[in-house]
Every structure is written in C-alpha cells, then in structure tokens.
C-alpha cells in the first residue's frame, strides 16, 4: 500500500481477510474517508459475488447411491493392520517380561561363559614352600642355599 491509496491488490486481499490486522485497520479507514477507493472495492465485492454466485450455480450433486458409498466405507473401520497388529501383540505388558526373561539368561549366560573362557590359576603356598625344602635339602651344595620357609617376611 502507497501513502495515499492502496493497490487493487491490497483491496482484494481486504476484501478476503487476509490482511494483517494493522493492514487490514489502515485500508477500512482509508474507505471510509476516500470515495474514489471505496467505489475500487465496491466493484471488486461485485466482481467476486458474481463469480461466487456462478461457481454455486455451476456445482453438481453427487449421485445418491455414490454418497451412500462413500459414507459406509468412511463409517466402517478399515481393519488392523499387519503393523497395528504387530504393536498389539507387543505391548509392554508382553515386552516387559520377556525382556527380563532375555536379560537373565544373558547375565547368566555370561557368567558360564567367563567361568570356562579364564579358568582363574591359583598356586598353593604351602606345596610350592615345602617343594622349594625338599629340592634345596637335596642339593650338593645344600649348607650355602639359602632356605625359604613361610616364616620369611615377603619382601
């Protein structure tokens, strides 16, 4: 819209009620005080009435049975599908224990499994304390080695 009239197309977009609301107060004040613009819109409400009018006139019926048609089958309720049905079955109060059942066998599945994969190796201290006397009190030189025994401090 210019300083002093609006376009025919600022009228049209008036008339429909497309305006931003400040747009749409400046032009109804701006008809209300010119002549000239108010007679635009006059003829522009008269051009769009009559296309109205001819639009009705020109609308056509749908057959009655083809109404009937089209409201049972948007009436009726179309069946589940495989997606719908595959959601029903695993609600959470399906999944829920079926993933705990899953999650036990799992956390029990892996503790066999790190049993037989690591066997954990453990030495006897005794057995190697006595073994390490016996080979030493065999020896030739059996007075010079020196004898560990459980009562040595670990170092």
């Known amino acids: 819209m210019n300083e002093t009239h609006p376009s025919i197309e600022h009228i049209v977009d008036y008339l429909h009620g497309e305006l931003a609301p400040a747009d749409d107060a400046a032009i109804h004040a ?16 008269a051009i769009t009435e009559t296309l109205r009018a001819h639009a009705r006139a020109s ?38 224990p079926a993933a705990a059942a899953v999650a036990a066998l799992l956390y029990a599945g892996v503790d ?9 190796a453990t030495i006897d201290a005794a ?3 006595e073994s390490h006397t016996a080979m030493a009190a065999t020896a030739p030189f059996g007075d010079q080695t020196p004898m560990l025994t459980s009562d040595d401090a670990t170092r």
């Not at 049993?115 to 954990?120: G, K, L, N, Q, S």
């Open 30 to 45: 701006h008809l209300a005080s010119c002549a000239d613009c108010d007679e635009r819109r006059a003829q522009e409400l």
């Open 112 to 120: 066999v499994w790190r049993e037989r994969a690591a066997p954990t």
């Open 59 to 96: 609308e056509r019926d749908l057959p009655g049975p083809l109404v009937a048609k089209i409201r049972q089958h948007t009436m009726r309720s179309p069946s589940p599908s495989l997606g719908e049905r595959l959601r029903a079955a695993l609600r959470p109060i399906v999944l829920f």
């Open 127 to 129: 057995s190697y304390v």
